[in-house]
């Protein structure tokens, strides 16, 4: 008596599961053949048909739907005790062939195949769930110079080119932020009041610096690329550099190549072709100074793009140098742009390819409107 009760209240709980709650019919098949389990009447095609009529019919037509029905419910039941009847006592089973229902006792050895097979199965379904993502991932990661900041286990670095400012007298009368040109760092500061004779009491050092209008944009534009490799990135301005930096992290240098002081040492360090001074870039071979034209409307400026190693561990640096903010944010916006990048490495060797690149860029009223490659040195 007691496991009759036992029985029929895992009747109840098996037709509540996800897979008979919804299935009248299916769930009226099996409390039949569990009640003819109890009762010891055995079962045959022609029983469920006559006893059934509501659900097989009546016409005897051999149609196969008893046979259907069985199969549906030796699946719905594999599924149950792989899920929500784990843990069950008895398990109904109906042999492959067969009408019966046969109603067992779980024992151990059962209980550890059915949490094996499901353990399986879900160790299968995340493996191929990784894999999934990895083809992804191998689809969509950059084959060219963003590869090994988006790949390797490097942080990187963003510096931002920012100008050093001071709180002083303007005409005797006004105060105001003043940056005097060329003085990028609290030493030059004193060298410049010191060198031009000024009285330092007009003038006191602020905790600050500025950037241009080509900061924010370029460093949202960055911070969003590398975003979308789910990448992170750290932005920095220029004058909070860390030396440190240069051997843990990859690092990428977006602004005025006469605002660079720690990174200095590193631009252009390697060409055989480029030179720079504050203002200008110089082709070494003629020792041409390229000289930006700054006009109203038009004006024509270079910028230099510049991918090298950095230090054995296999970090990288990439400078987007140029004096004006067009030239900057021109080629930050072109070497963010997958079809761009596609074409201008039809100028390299190949993907992997270090390199110094100078842009001739063409602006209106400050906005970009031409980006041209003029000269290219591909570096060993």
């Given at each position: 008596?007691?496991?009759?009760?036992?029985?029929?209240?895992?009747?109840?709980?098996?037709?509540?599961?996800?897979?008979?709650?919804?299935?009248?019919?299916?769930?009226?098949?099996?409390?039949?053949?569990v009640?003819a389990?109890?009762?010891n009447?055995?079962?045959?095609?022609?029983?469920?048909?006559?006893?059934?009529?509501?659900i097989?019919?009546?016409?005897?037509?051999?149609?196969?739907?008893?046979?259907?029905?069985?199969?549906?419910?030796?699946?719905?039941?594999?599924?149950y005790?792989?899920?929500?009847?784990?843990?069950d006592?008895?398990?109904?089973?109906?042999?492959?062939?067969?009408?019966?229902?046969?109603?067992?006792?779980?024992?151990?050895?059962?209980?550890?195949?059915?949490?094996?097979?499901?353990?399986?199965?879900?160790?299968?379904?995340?493996?191929?769930?990784?894999?999934?993502?990895?083809?992804?991932?191998?689809?969509?990661?950059?084959?060219?110079?963003?590869?090994?900041?988006?790949?390797?286990?490097?942080?990187?670095?963003?510096?931002?080119?920012?100008?050093?400012?001071?709180?002083?007298?303007?005409?005797?009368?006004?105060?105001?932020?003043?940056?005097?040109?060329?003085?990028?760092?609290?030493?030059?500061?004193?060298?410049?009041?010191?060198?031009?004779n000024?009285?330092?009491?007009?003038?006191?050092?602020?905790?600050?610096?500025?950037?241009?209008?080509m900061?924010?944009?370029?460093?949202?534009?960055?911070?969003?690329?590398?975003?979308?490799?789910?990448?992170?990135?750290?932005?920095?301005?220029?004058?909070?550099?860390?030396?440190?930096?240069?051997?843990?992290?990859?690092?990428?240098?977006?602004?005025?190549?006469?605002?660079?002081?720690?990174l200095?040492?590193?631009?252009?360090?390697?060409?055989?072709?480029?030179?720079?001074?504050?203002?200008?870039?110089?082709?070494?071979?003629?020792?041409?100074?390229?000289?930006?034209?700054?006009?109203?409307?038009?004006s024509?400026e270079?910028?230099?793009?510049?991918?090298?190693?950095?230090?054995?561990?296999?970090?990288?640096?990439l400078?987007?140098?140029?004096?004006?903010?067009?030239?900057?944010?021109?080629?930050?916006d072109?070497?963010?742009?997958?079809?761009?990048?596609?074409?201008f490495?039809?100028?390299?060797?190949?993907?992997?390819?270090?390199?110094?690149?100078?842009?001739?860029?063409?602006?209106?009223?400050?906005?970009?409107?031409?980006?041209?490659?003029?000269?290219?040195?591909?570096?060993?």
């Amino acid at each position: 008596m007691e496991k009759t009760t036992k029985i029929n209240q895992l009747l109840d709980k098996i037709i509540e599961s996800k897979g008979f709650k919804k299935s009248d019919q299916y769930a009226k098949v099996l409390r039949f053949l569990v009640e003819a389990h109890l009762s010891n009447t055995p079962i045959k095609e022609t029983t469920l048909e006559s006893e059934l009529p509501d659900i097989f019919g009546l016409d005897n037509s051999y149609d196969g739907k008893v046979r259907v029905y069985m199969h549906n419910i030796r699946k719905k039941l594999d599924e149950y005790y792989l899920t929500e009847g784990v843990d069950d006592t008895y398990i109904f089973k109906i042999i492959k062939g067969q009408y019966n229902l046969s109603i067992e006792k779980k024992n151990n050895a059962s209980r550890k195949f059915f949490t094996k097979k499901l353990v399986s199965i879900s160790v299968v379904a995340l493996l191929l769930l990784l894999f999934t993502f990895w083809l992804l991932s191998l689809r969509f990661l950059p084959k060219n110079l963003w590869s090994n900041f988006m790949q390797n286990k490097s942080k990187t670095t963003c510096y931002i080119a920012d100008h050093y400012t001071v709180w002083g007298r303007v005409d005797n009368k006004a105060y105001a932020s003043v940056h005097f040109e060329g003085v990028k760092t609290e030493s030059d500061y004193d060298q410049f009041i010191q060198d031009q004779n000024l009285n330092d009491s007009w003038f006191k050092k602020n905790s600050y610096s500025f950037v241009t209008k080509m900061g924010p944009i370029t460093a949202s534009k960055i911070s969003y690329w590398f975003a979308q490799f789910d990448k992170e990135i750290e932005v920095r301005m220029e004058s909070e550099f860390a030396p440190n930096d240069i051997t843990e992290n990859n690092i990428i240098f977006i602004g005025q190549q006469k605002t660079l002081d720690g990174l200095k040492g590193l631009f252009l360090r390697d060409s055989k072709k480029f030179a720079y001074s504050n203002l200008n870039f110089i082709l070494k071979e003629t020792n041409q100074k390229l000289a930006d034209s700054i006009s109203n409307p038009i004006s024509n400026e270079y910028v230099m793009v510049s991918y090298n190693p950095i230090s054995k561990d296999g970090n990288d640096i990439l400078f987007f140098a140029s004096n004006n903010d067009i030239g900057v944010m021109a080629t930050v916006d072109s070497f963010t742009d997958p079809e761009w990048l596609n074409r201008f490495y039809e100028n390299l060797p190949s993907k992997s390819s270090y390199f110094n690149a100078l842009f001739a860029v063409k602006g209106l009223e400050r906005t970009n409107i031409e980006c041209e490659l003029i000269a290219i040195e591909v570096l060993d």
